[in-house]
């Protein structure tokens, strides 16, 4: 079976074997029962897996076999992807290695979904007593406006306890992040809005 891969705008084509794949099931089934344990995914620890995002971890470890030029483990990566995704005809990866960010594409066109973690974002350490006005010109500082990084799209969310931004998870549409965003910007503006006031 040949397996298309994109990776900084290169089209490469994996053949992988029918062969491979049967010799490969007992060690697919191994990788399942890691993955049933939870993964830790980029910045967060997902305790359930769900099908589609096991597709993006593997694709990410194809991504890094690709990179150290490991065919073996390219060969076995993509074999694993083929096995749980018949109709997939395409990985998009992202080489920024974010494991949401790659994308696997089925026959029918459709994308694989993983399912998005809820959004929850630090808001301790918030300036308090701000008045509505002076709450609303905080939260449009915290929250970025929506960009794009390669397919997806982000925003970031200032996190004042750590004095750093806070990368939102990729979405797959502007649309989606920009409906994120407001929902970010409410959670903030309220939080700003009962941050205690130190007398």
Avoid at 47 to 76: C, F, S, W
Avoid at 93 to 113: N, P
Avoid at 114 to 134: K, M, Q, T, V
């Amino acid at each position: 079976m040949i397996l298309k891969v994109t990776i900084a705008d290169q089209l490469l084509e994996l053949n992988v074997p029918d062969a491979l794949i049967e010799q490969a099931s007992d060690f697919f089934d191994r990788m399942d029962a890691d993955m049933d344990q939870g993964w830790q995914v980029n910045r967060e620890w997902i305790d359930q897996v769900d099908l589609p995002l096991r597709g993006q971890i593997v694709a990410n470890k194809l991504l890094t076999a690709i990179e150290n030029r490991d065919d073996k483990l390219g060969r076995l990566m993509a074999g694993y992807l083929l096995s749980r995704f018949p109709d997939l005809e395409l990985i998009e990866l992202s080489e920024a290695g974010e494991i949401r960010d790659h994308v696997l594409i089925m026959k029918s066109g459709a994308e694989v979904q993983a399912n998005r973690p809820s959004l929850s974002f630090s808001h301790a350490g918030l300036p308090s007593g701000l008045s509505e006005g002076e709450a609303m010109m905080q939260a449009d500082k915290d929250i970025s406006g929506v960009f794009k990084m390669g397919r997806q799209y982000r925003f970031s969310v200032y996190d004042h306890s750590r004095g750093e931004w806070q990368q939102s998870p990729a979405f797959g549409s502007q649309e989606d992040a920009e409906a994120a965003r407001r929902e970010a910007y409410r959670q903030r503006f309220e939080a700003l809005l009962r941050a205690p006031q130190i007398h």
